[in-house]
Structures are given as structure tokens and as C-alpha cells.
């Protein structure tokens, strides 16, 4: 599913008006038409009558005079609420609010304080309140009168229905601008935008239905957006399929090298999600002293032990063996539980420069090249990254509170520099490829949000690879694989938290049947 950003959207526009010939009235006319049919869908009962629309100058406000008179064709009693004067309503939303005074639809010009200070006493009683103020190419934050608005629309606690995007959203990071409508739902014209989906904007959005409004498919595919929202099509469409004479040999070898003293369910979890999600044969290779302990959490997966710098601790003297260890395999899942020691730093950065298969790194590989990410950008082969906010910060020296405000800005940048694929993991996974395609996931849900869960995803993608997936469809696949199997937990009777990484693993066989079969 496509998902545009401002910039592409007006393009899509331009060109539909421009070249392709339809009217940009007309496409406001579609625009509110759809939006009022989801609003009747939506809202349509007989304890909401009277509907406010307060709406700005622009096109935004265009598409709320429209729905305005459609509403009021479906008996609704509507006001609305022009934050300007109406002389400096220009083009098609001009002509659209010439059409609400012959339906007899009043039109207050609230231009300031003083005169909302008149009607607040009267728009308290509103039932309902439709938000066609600023649209979708928002950058700034909102302030002034418009902020006032805005807030004094949210502190009414009554349903709101936004036109395109709530206003105040950034359509592209889902980070509210200051302060932002909370929306009950959303109506959203010709291709969703990420910041719909993107949390906080996600909670503002609401409800959100696209509305088709008559872009031709090959004025989009012109444009050619970049930003995509995961579906179960899209991800059945990459599945590959196995031959009914696969056996263990066929199906690939994985290698993963984690782990250290307090930290060997890592590795075990890493291992044992790869063979879950379908890889043949699946090594793990740990610190010496730690390797019968790993016995008895694998059964399935060999194990490995390695020479050791200290204690539970690995460092150059493994990585002969490491090279050795990675003859015929298909993978490398590096990171998970190995500690961030000098040694192993440095020994991860060897193998990963090394490396003459594909490799997953998660965790302490992150922590290991934060210092040089530089080091990803001489690899002969491909790498995927999966940093949480706080990992992706520590790559390019920034805060996760940082990262959260521009996900896909910050993946996509970092993903293309450095020629790697990227998982930036949290509500919401964004995927970015080499190529500046950027993937958004909305499977999960809040009860992941316990230890492990990383690591399950890095044998999940790991697992995929080594099966022989290309690296950008199994971090797309193994991402929405990863949600899919919490979801199905967060349905079960394990309730919508409290849930463990070795339950969720568990559910992969069944989520992955969900697409395969």
C-alpha cells in the first residue's frame, strides 16, 4: 500500500489538474463527497445533529464546505466556522463556499479572539466537529489563533472528524506540531500519508478511511512514491515457496554468534526463532566456558564453543574460528548478549569486515561499530541492521527521543549512506532499503514490549536469509511475521501484555502459515 508525503501528493495533484485534464474542482468535489459519505458512515445517529466545521482558507477548508453541503443535503444542521474573512477564500474553495449560502448554510467569519470570544457560548453545543483547518503540508508548529482553536476544540471532549490529516500533524513523522486535533476519525484523499500511521499520529488519527478521488494509476506511478505501509498481500507476494522434496540441507545453514556470561537466552532465543521461521540447520557458536549451558537451552541447534578472551567474554582469539565456522553457511546473526568489552568489539567489527555471507546484526554488533558506522560502507556483502531507538541513536549521535521525532527521515538517511538495510524497531517498524524505499509495519502490538523480543526478530530475519531470501524482503517479511505472531498472542488468553519472547516464538510457524498457505 502506497503512502505519499506532501510534496507528492501536490505533484499527484498538479499533474491530474495540468496534464491529465481534470479539473481541481472536481477533484475537491470527490474529495468532500467521499469524506462526507465516511462521516455518515461514521457518525450518523440521531443524538448527533448539529455538526460544526471549522475550517481555514485553503483547499483544506474547500473540502469541508463541500462535506458542509453534503451534510446539510442529509439534514444535518450545520454551521460553519471560517477562520478568516470570507473575501480571503480564493479558487476552488472559493467557489465552494459561495454554494453554502443558496442551502441557507450559515457561515461564521471567526477572524480572532474577540469574535470567537461572541459564539464559544454557541459552539459549545455543537454535537459534533468536523476539522478542515490546516492540511497536510503543515511543517511549523501551529500557534496563534489557530492554536487557540485547536485546543479549545480538543478541551470540548465531543467526536472529531478530520479532513486529509488532523490539523497539526506533520503528514510525514506523525509528531504533532504544538499542538495538534485529536481526531475520532480521519478521511483521507487518494493515498494515506505516513504520519496516519506513524505513532503519536496514529492516536490522533483515529479511525482513517482513504478516499479515492479520481487520481489516474499512472499519474501515481509518475510520481512514484517511496513510503509503503506492509500487507498481508504485499508480503504473501514474497513468499517463497518450498519445494515438497526440501529437506534439512536444502533449507539453509545459519550461523549465530551471541551470547556471553548472564546473557546466553539471547543466543538461545536468536537460534531457536531462525528454526521456527524454517531455516534447515541453525549453529551457535558462544563463548567456551558458556557452551554447555547452551546445550541444554538449544535442542535443535548445534552449538560451538569458542576461545575466549576472558571468562564468558569473546574477543580476537575466536575469530580463526569464527571464519572457519562460516564455511557453507548461508548467514551470520551476530550480537545479541555479547557485551560491549574492547575485545569484542573489536572482534565483531573483524568479523562483520570479513564476513563472506549476509549478515543480521542486532544489539551489541550495533553498540560495536557506533564508533565507525563507516565500516558498513566497505562491506562486499549485505547487511541488515535492527537498532531500537536508543541503538539508532547511538549510530548516528542522537537521542531516541531524536530518532522518534523523524523515523523514516533518520532510516532512510543512514539506510542509503550506508548502503545497508535498516530496521528501526518500535511501534511501528520502518524498513528503509539501500534504494530510499522506506517500509512501514502496523502488525504488533504493546504486550512486545518485554525482554527478548529483539532477539526473536533477529533469528526471524536471520532465518529468512538464510532460506534464501533477498535481504529487503526478509526484513520486510520477517518484521510483519514478528507482529503477526505477538498479535495473535495479544488475542489468545495470554491477555493483551504479559507475554514472553519464547511464547511469541512459538506463534511463528502459525503466523507464518497465515501467509505462506
Same mark, same amino acid.
Given at each position: 500500500?502506497?503512502?505519499?508525503?506532501?510534496?507528492?501528493?501536490?505533484?499527484?495533484?498538479?499533474?491530474?489538474?495540468?496534464?491529465?485534464?481534470?479539473?481541481?474542482?472536481?477533484?475537491?468535489?470527490?474529495?468532500?463527497?467521499?469524506?462526507?459519505?465516511?462521516?455518515?458512515?461514521?457518525?450518523?445517529?440521531?443524538?448527533?445533529?448539529?455538526?460544526?466545521?471549522?475550517?481555514?482558507?485553503?483547499?483544506?477548508?474547500?473540502?469541508?464546505?463541500?462535506?458542509?453541503?453534503?451534510?446539510?443535503?442529509?439534514?444535518?444542521?450545520?454551521?460553519?466556522?471560517?477562520?478568516?474573512?470570507?473575501?480571503?477564500?480564493?479558487?476552488?474553495?472559493?467557489?465552494?463556499?459561495?454554494?453554502?449560502?443558496?442551502?441557507?448554510?450559515?457561515?461564521?467569519?471567526?477572524?480572532?479572539?474577540?469574535?470567537?470570544?461572541?459564539?464559544?457560548?454557541?459552539?459549545?453545543?455543537?454535537?459534533?466537529?468536523?476539522?478542515?483547518?490546516?492540511?497536510?503540508?503543515?511543517?511549523?508548529?501551529?500557534?496563534?489563533?489557530?492554536?487557540?482553536?485547536?485546543?479549545?476544540?480538543?478541551?470540548?471532549?465531543?467526536?472529531?472528524?478530520?479532513?486529509?490529516?488532523?490539523?497539526?500533524?506533520?503528514?510525514?513523522?506523525?509528531?504533532?506540531?504544538?499542538?495538534?486535533?485529536?481526531?475520532?476519525?480521519?478521511?483521507?484523499?487518494?493515498?494515506?500519508?505516513?504520519?496516519?500511521?506513524?505513532?503519536?499520529?496514529?492516536?490522533?488519527?483515529?479511525?482513517?478511511?482513504?478516499?479515492?478521488?479520481?487520481?489516474?494509476?499512472?499519474?501515481?506511478?509518475?510520481?512514484?512514491?517511496?513510503?509503503?505501509?506492509?500487507?498481508?498481500?504485499?508480503?504473501?507476494?514474497?513468499?517463497?515457496?518450498?519445494?515438497?522434496?526440501?529437506?534439512?540441507?536444502?533449507?539453509?545453514?545459519?550461523?549465530?554468534?551471541?551470547?556471553?556470561?548472564?546473557?546466553?537466552?539471547?543466543?538461545?532465543?536468536?537460534?531457536?526463532?531462525?528454526?521456527?521461521?524454517?531455516?534447515?540447520?541453525?549453529?551457535?557458536?558462544?563463548?567456551?566456558?558458556?557452551?554447555?549451558?547452551?546445550?541444554?537451552?538449544?535442542?535443535?541447534?548445534?552449538?560451538?564453543?569458542?576461545?575466549?578472551?576472558?571468562?564468558?567474554?569473546?574477543?580476537?582469539?575466536?575469530?580463526?574460528?569464527?571464519?572457519?565456522?562460516?564455511?557453507?553457511?548461508?548467514?551470520?546473526?551476530?550480537?545479541?548478549?555479547?557485551?560491549?568489552?574492547?575485545?569484542?568489539?573489536?572482534?565483531?567489527?573483524?568479523?562483520?569486515?570479513?564476513?563472506?555471507?549476509?549478515?543480521?546484526?542486532?544489539?551489541?554488533?550495533?553498540?560495536?561499530?557506533?564508533?565507525?558506522?563507516?565500516?558498513?560502507?566497505?562491506?562486499?556483502?549485505?547487511?541488515?541492521?535492527?537498532?531500537?531507538?536508543?541503538?539508532?541513536?547511538?549510530?548516528?549521535?542522537? !537521542?531516541?527521543?531524536?530518532?522518534?521525532?523523524?523515523?523514516? $527521515? @533518520?532510516?532512510?538517511?543512514? *539506510?542509503? &549512506?550506508?548502503? +545497508? #538495510? %535498516?530496521?528501526?524497531?518500535?511501534?511501528?517498524?520502518?524498513?528503509?532499503?539501500?534504494?530510499?524505499?522506506?517500509?512501514?509495519?502496523?502488525?504488533?502490538?504493546?504486550?512486545?514490549?518485554?525482554?527478548?523480543?529483539?532477539?526473536?526478530? !533477529?533469528?526471524?530475519?536471520?532465518?529468512?536469509?538464510?532460506? $534464501? @531470501?533477498?535481504?529487503?524482503? *526478509?526484513? &520486510?517479511?520477517? +518484521? #510483519? %511475521?514478528?507482529?503477526?505472531?505477538?498479535?495473535?498472542?495479544?488475542?489468545?488468553?495470554?491477555?493483551?501484555?504479559?507475554?514472553?519472547?519464547?511464547?511469541?516464538?512459538?506463534?511463528?510457524?502459525?503466523?507464518?502459515?497465515?501467509?505462506?498457505?
Amino acid at each position: 500500500m502506497d503512502l505519499v508525503t506532501a510534496k507528492e501528493m501536490q505533484r499527484m495533484d498538479f499533474l491530474t489538474i495540468d496534464s491529465f485534464g481534470i479539473p481541481g474542482r472536481v477533484l475537491m468535489e470527490s474529495a468532500g463527497r467521499g469524506a462526507a459519505d465516511f462521516f455518515i458512515e461514521k457518525f450518523s445517529c440521531s443524538e448527533i445533529k448539529k455538526v460544526g466545521v471549522v475550517a481555514g482558507k485553503g483547499n483544506n477548508g474547500g473540502d469541508g464546505f463541500v462535506i458542509a453541503r453534503y451534510l446539510a443535503q442529509k439534514k444535518f444542521i450545520v454551521t460553519v466556522y471560517l477562520l478568516s474573512e470570507k473575501n480571503e477564500v480564493k479558487g476552488d474553495a472559493e467557489a465552494n463556499l459561495k454554494l453554502l449560502a443558496p442551502l441557507d448554510i450559515p457561515v461564521v467569519e471567526l477572524i480572532d479572539k474577540t469574535v470567537f470570544a461572541d459564539y464559544q457560548t454557541s459552539m459549545v453545543h455543537q454535537d459534533i466537529w468536523i476539522d478542515a483547518i490546516l492540511g497536510t503540508g503543515l511543517q511549523s508548529d501551529v500557534k496563534g489563533f489557530f492554536k487557540i482553536i485547536i485546543e479549545f476544540i480538543n478541551n470540548l471532549k465531543k467526536p472529531v472528524f478530520a479532513v486529509d490529516i488532523p490539523s497539526g500533524l506533520n503528514s510525514e513523522t506523525g509528531v504533532p506540531c504544538g499542538v495538534c486535533i485529536k481526531a475520532d476519525a480521519t478521511a483521507t484523499f487518494a493515498f494515506a500519508k505516513p504520519g496516519h500511521f506513524l505513532f503519536p499520529g496514529a492516536h490522533y488519527t483515529g479511525e482513517l478511511k482513504t478516499v479515492d478521488i479520481g487520481i489516474p494509476a499512472h499519474i501515481a506511478k509518475q510520481v512514484n512514491p517511496k513510503q509503503y505501509l506492509l500487507t498481508r498481500d504485499s508480503i504473501c507476494n514474497s513468499v517463497l515457496q518450498r519445494a515438497p522434496e526440501a529437506h534439512k540441507g536444502t533449507s539453509g545453514h545459519l550461523l549465530v554468534i551471541a551470547g556471553s556470561t548472564g546473557k546466553t537466552g539471547a543466543a538461545a532465543l536468536t537460534a531457536t526463532s531462525a528454526m521456527r521461521t524454517g531455516a534447515g540447520l541453525v549453529s551457535v557458536a558462544v563463548p567456551g566456558s558458556l557452551n554447555s549451558i547452551m546445550e541444554g537451552l538449544v535442542v535443535e541447534a548445534m552449538t560451538h564453543p569458542l576461545p575466549e578472551s576472558r571468562e564468558g567474554l569473546l574477543g580476537i582469539p575466536a575469530f580463526e574460528k569464527i571464519m572457519e565456522l562460516l564455511s557453507g553457511k548461508q548467514c551470520l546473526a551476530i550480537g545479541p548478549g555479547l557485551g560491549t568489552d574492547s575485545e569484542t568489539k573489536e572482534l565483531i567489527r573483524s568479523v562483520i569486515s570479513k564476513s563472506p555471507v549476509p549478515v543480521v546484526l542486532d544489539a551489541d554488533a550495533l553498540n560495536s561499530i557506533a564508533e565507525n558506522p563507516g565500516i558498513l560502507q566497505h562491506l562486499k556483502i549485505p547487511a541488515i541492521l535492527t537498532p531500537h531507538p536508543g541503538e539508532m541513536g547511538r549510530l548516528i549521535n542522537k !537521542t531516541p527521543g531524536e530518532i522518534n521525532q523523524d523515523k523514516i $527521515g @533518520y532510516a532512510r538517511d543512514f *539506510a542509503v &549512506r550506508h548502503n +545497508v #538495510y %535498516l530496521v528501526l524497531k518500535g511501534a511501528r517498524t520502518v524498513i528503509a532499503n539501500p534504494d530510499g524505499r522506506v517500509y512501514l509495519n502496523h502488525t504488533g502490538n504493546s504486550g512486545m514490549a518485554s525482554g527478548g523480543m529483539g532477539d526473536v526478530l !533477529t533469528g526471524i530475519i536471520a532465518g529468512l536469509v538464510t532460506q $534464501g @531470501y533477498p535481504p529487503g524482503a *526478509a526484513a &520486510r517479511m520477517g +518484521v #510483519y %511475521l514478528h507482529g503477526s505472531a505477538a498479535d495473535q498472542l495479544f488475542s489468545s488468553l495470554k491477555g493483551p501484555f504479559g507475554f514472553l519472547a519464547s511464547d511469541l516464538m512459538t506463534c511463528i510457524p502459525s503466523a507464518l502459515a497465515a501467509v505462506v498457505l
